[in-house]
């Protein structure tokens, strides 16, 4: 039986003292140039990395043993939260202490990454106080929302941000239920926001079934989409090319190296264009990494600690 979603640790999230997502009166900071990567012909692999435990930097210490291209291409932050402040009635950006920790540092937690050419998304989840990316009561707060998180992105030179529709635990403190326009508003606000960013989404919850309202469709507003179960294959039921696209979901040390490897081979045997990993820790997991580069690039993994 597979495991549903992700095996998270939520406490944390829960218990630390709220910090404010963006600093009065801070100036950006600007994404270093990326450096040019060795070559690599091949789907592109996704990381997530749980910062309460792991760092990011993991991400870039995998390499593949023929001609040494990145393994792979875009981290993910996880996960800063969709928060609700009572006091205003409003949605509003949080970041636990081991989020702002990896923002506050993005010299060493970030750039390192982004100079190998490796993107960097930030993952925006649910914290079960009833704000969601699918209640918005107007536009115009989706469009507040939208802001708030594409100054993030400017101010921490980030490459873009990722929805997670989980944990909002919608009707908490008064919030409304899902409506239909509420993702849609926020969706296209961001992307005006930030056109040559990276949107993405990890395809569960009711924002992932509420892509269109009044006309307007955002499925092609989003740069990647994927299958939100480890260990399976479920193509994302939204309106994006195979390019975009992750039907193959593996955790890492929690997938088989053989259904990780399986997964790999059905993704390039049926044209799809993402490879989704989670939960990347500092161990040398090189064997299972090697499991699905093998198939996905007809190479071994290296680690280099």
Same mark, same amino acid.
């Given at each position: 039986?597979?495991?549903?979603?992700?095996? !998270?640790? !939520?406490?944390?999230?829960?218990?630390?003292?709220?910090?404010?997502?963006?600093?009065?009166?801070?100036?950006?900071?600007?994404?270093?140039?990326?450096?040019?990567?060795?070559?690599?012909?091949?789907?592109?692999?996704?990381?997530?990395?749980?910062?309460?435990?792991?760092?990011?930097?993991? =991400?870039g210490?995998?390499?593949?043993?023929?001609?040494?291209?990145?393994?792979?291409? =875009?981290?993910?932050? &996880?996960?800063?939260?969709?928060?609700?402040?009572?006091?205003?009635? $409003?949605?509003? +950006?949080?970041?636990?202490e081991?989020?702002?920790?990896?923002?506050?540092?993005?010299?060493?937690?970030?750039?390192?990454?982004?100079?190998?050419?490796?993107?960097?998304?930030?993952?925006?989840?649910?914290?079960?106080?009833?704000?969601?990316?699918?209640?918005?009561?107007?536009?115009?707060?989706?469009?507040? &929302?939208?802001k708030?998180?594409?100054?993030?992105?400017?101010?921490?030179?980030?490459?873009?941000?990722?929805?997670?529709?989980?944990? $909002?635990?919608?009707?908490?403190?008064?919030?409304?239920?899902p409506?239909?326009?509420?993702?849609?508003?926020?969706?296209?606000?961001? !992307?005006?926001?930030?056109?040559?960013?990276?949107?993405?989404?990890?395809?569960?919850?009711?924002? $992932?079934?509420?892509?269109?309202?009044?006309?307007?469709?955002?499925?092609?507003?989003?740069?990647?989409?994927?299958?939100?179960?480890?260990?399976?294959?479920?193509?994302?039921?939204?309106a994006?090319?195979?390019?975009?696209?992750?039907?193959?979901?593996?955790?890492?040390?929690?997938?088989?190296?053989?259904t990780?490897?399986?997964?790999?081979?059905?993704?390039v045997?049926?044209?799809?264009?993402?490879?989704?990993?989670?939960?990347?820790?500092?161990?040398?997991?090189?064997?299972?990494?090697?499991?699905?580069?093998?198939? +996905?690039?007809?190479?071994?993994?290296?680690?280099?600690?």
């Open positions: 039986m597979f495991t549903p979603v992700r095996s !998270r640790i !939520r406490t944390a999230t829960l218990v630390l003292s709220a910090i404010t997502a963006l600093a009065l009166g801070a100036t950006a900071t600007t994404g270093a140039a990326a450096a040019p990567a060795p070559a690599k012909q091949g789907p592109t692999s996704v990381a997530y990395v749980e910062v309460n435990n792991n760092s990011m930097l993991n =991400v210490k995998y390499t593949l043993a023929n001609g040494g291209g990145n393994v792979f291409d =875009v981290a993910v932050i &996880f996960a800063a939260n969709i928060n609700y402040n009572t006091g205003t009635k $409003a949605a509003t +950006l949080y970041f636990n081991n989020v702002q920790r990896v923002l506050d540092n993005a010299a060493t937690q970030i750039r390192p990454l982004q100079q190998k050419g490796i993107k960097v998304v930030l993952s925006v989840l649910g914290n079960h106080q009833g704000a969601g990316f699918a209640n918005f009561p107007s536009q115009q707060a989706a469009s507040t &929302f939208a708030q998180l594409s100054d993030t992105v400017a101010k921490y030179g980030l490459d873009g941000i990722d929805f997670d529709d989980e944990y $909002a635990d919608y009707g908490n403190n008064g919030t409304g239920q409506n239909a326009s509420s993702f849609v508003y926020l969706v296209s606000a961001l !992307r005006a926001n930030m056109p040559d960013k990276i949107i993405s989404l990890y395809n569960i919850g009711p924002a $992932a079934s509420r892509l269109s309202y009044g006309g307007v469709d955002v499925s092609s507003k989003f740069d990647y989409a994927w299958n939100p179960y480890y260990g399976t294959w479920q193509v994302p039921g939204i994006l090319p195979k390019s975009k696209l992750s039907p193959a979901a593996v955790e890492i040390g929690g997938t088989s190296q053989s990780a490897a399986n997964l790999a081979r059905r993704t045997s049926e044209g799809y264009g993402v490879y989704l990993t989670y939960n990347l820790d500092g161990a040398d997991r090189s064997a299972d990494v090697s499991a699905f580069t093998r198939e +996905l690039y007809g190479s071994d993994a290296h680690y280099t600690p």
